[in-house]
T-cell receptor
Framework: GQQVMQIPQYQHVQEGEDFTTYCNSSTTLSNIQWYKQRPGGHPVFLIQLVKSGEVKKQKRLTFQFGEAKKNSSLHITATQTTDVGTYFCAGSNAGGTSYGKLTFGQGTILTVHP | NAGVTQTPKFQVLKTGQSMTLQCAQDMNHEYMSWYRQDPGMGLRLIHYSVGAGITDQGEVPNGYNVSRSTTEDFPLRLLSAAPSQTSVYFC????????????FGPGTRLTVT
């Protein structure tokens, strides 16, 4: 079945440093989504990428979808303590009743030291 | 809108007991799903539904049953609880127009002793 691998598992940064997490799928995806989960909370949707090579920005966050639609990355510039949490990617294949069925990566736990 | 609601928030079961985790959404979303979250394992899909009357298995369906008789509700039944089912369970919903961007409930923390 489809597998989505995410690295690194943990990342510790000083406030102001940059952070990147990477996501790789074993199969071509129709779209990829990114979620953030604060400690003790539930995952919250950040963004979705659909097109090959797509790049989207949300303030200090930059999301990329690979040309082959099998990998993606999330980059945070100048981290802040509010960025603390676990970042998940989740991929989906289109078609049939599996449309929308998401496979999540293991997540990257980000800690930010002030 | 309340969004996605889950009950109970916490539950302790003894091995062999059965119970139902409740999930409801008031956003008229076609898609609903159940995940379990264990340390280092991310979110693993248990069962999902693309509409009332339609359900399918996810990655880890064994020991769990679901049904979808209405658009709003998607209960998860544990048939005979085992310690391996100790986890945090999240219900989520999504709509097709948004490529099923998922809205998660607050979660149920289940402990099986």
């Amino acid at each position: 079945g489809q597998q989505v691998m995410q690295i690194p598992q943990y990342q510790h940064v000083q406030e102001g440093e940059d952070f990147t997490t990477y996501c790789n799928s074993s199969t071509t995806l129709s779209n990829i989504q990114w979620y953030k989960q604060r400690p003790g909370g539930h995952p919250v949707f950040l963004i979705q990428l659909v097109k090959s090579g797509e790049v989207k920005k949300q303030k200090r966050l930059t999301f990329q979808f690979g040309e082959a639609k099998k990998n993606s990355s999330l980059h945070i510039t100048a981290t802040q303590t509010t960025d603390v949490g676990t970042y998940f990617c989740a991929g989906s294949n289109a078609g049939g009743t599996s449309y929308g069925k998401l496979t999540f990566g293991q997540g990257t736990i980000l800690t930010v030291h002030p | 809108n309340a969004g996605v609601t889950q009950t109970p928030k916490f539950q302790v079961l003894k091995t062999g007991q059965s119970m139902t985790l409740q999930c409801a959404q008031d956003m008229n979303h076609e898609y609903m799903s159940w995940y379990r979250q264990d340390p280092g394992m991310g979110l693993r899909l248990i069962h999902y539904s693309v509409g009332a009357g339609i359900t399918d298995q996810g990655e880890v369906p064994n020991g769990y049953n679901v049904s979808r008789s209405t658009t709003e509700d998607f209960p998860l039944r544990l048939l005979s609880a085992a310690p391996s089912q100790t986890s945090v369970y999240f219900c989520a919903s999504g709509k097709r127009e948004g490529y099923y961007e998922q809205y998660f409930g607050p979660g149920t923390r289940l402990t099986v002793t």
